[in-house]
């Protein structure tokens, strides 16, 4: 079944540190994946898509398909990247989402 | 990418009532769904919305409960019929544009069943 996982339900780092938000799947096929963010009182924007393989304010992530991984990742984090972040499967058409995680930056 | 606009963005209703949400779309897209976000959970898919035929609900939800509409390439309401306290959630609308990878949101409807 087509399933994606967020171990990490929050994410605690101070500013100026690396930071790896996790994002395993389950997809029987070629995946398609998306990390969305949600910053405090404002809608699900999309970040980055693997497919673009873009970096966005500083994010990257790539697609493992032998660990079947998108782990997000930035090298030096902000106070301004708090927030929820949501890793999503493409699967006929809609997403699928993980269970977020929190993503705290402290100065 | 579209931009979407949903509303109302909150209620508060009373159970055994019926709720309708609306989602506009500023632009023609290819597809629309509906999405709830209980408490502390993540985003789960309720439906996907047709232009011109049925909407295509997922396992566990019903068009008894979750009517939808999509009259247009635009425009789609989903409505949540005879609410309980179970039904209390953040619903989303979601829009997929023609040609485009990228999904947008809505702000997002934040029901209370009293």
């Known amino acids: 079944a087509q399933r994606v996982t967020q171990p990490e339900k929050l994410l605690s780092v101070f500013k100026g540190a690396p930071v790896e938000l996790k994002c395993n799947y389950s997809?029987?096929?070629?995946?398609?994946l998306f990390w969305y963010v949600q910053y405090s009182r404002q809608r699900l924007q999309l970040l980055l898509r693997?497919?673009s393989r873009e970096s966005i304010k500083g994010f990257t992530a790539d697609l493992n398909k032998g660990e079947t991984s998108f782990h997000l990742k930035k090298p030096f984090a902000q106070e301004e990247d708090s927030a929820m972040y949501y890793c999503?499967?493409?699967?006929?058409?809609?997403?699928?989402f993980g269970k977020g995680t929190k993503l705290s930056v402290k100065p | 990418s579209a931009v979407i606009s949903q509303k109302p963005s909150r209620d508060i209703c009373q159970r055994g009532t019926s709720l309708t949400i609306q989602c506009q779309v500023d632009?023609?897209?290819?597809?629309m769904f509906w999405y709830r976000q209980q408490p502390g959970q993540s985003l789960t898919l309720i439906a996907t919305?047709?232009?011109?035929?049925?909407?295509?609900?997922e396992s566990g939800f019903v068009i008894d409960k979750f009517p939808i509409s999509r009259p247009n390439l635009t425009f789609s309401t989903l409505t949540v019929s005879n609410m309980s306290p179970e039904d209390s959630s953040i619903y989303l609308c979601?829009?997929?544009?023609?040609?485009?990878?990228?999904?947008?949101f809505g702000s997002g409807t934040r029901l209370t069943v009293v």
């Open positions: 979601s829009a997929q544009g023609q040609g485009s990878y990228g999904y947008t």
């Open positions: 997809y029987s096929g070629s995946p398609e």
């Open positions: 693997h497919i």
């Open positions: 999503a499967l493409r699967s006929q058409g809609n997403l699928i």
């Open positions: 632009s023609q897209v290819t597809m």
């Open positions: 919305a047709n232009q011109g035929s049925e909407a295509t609900y």
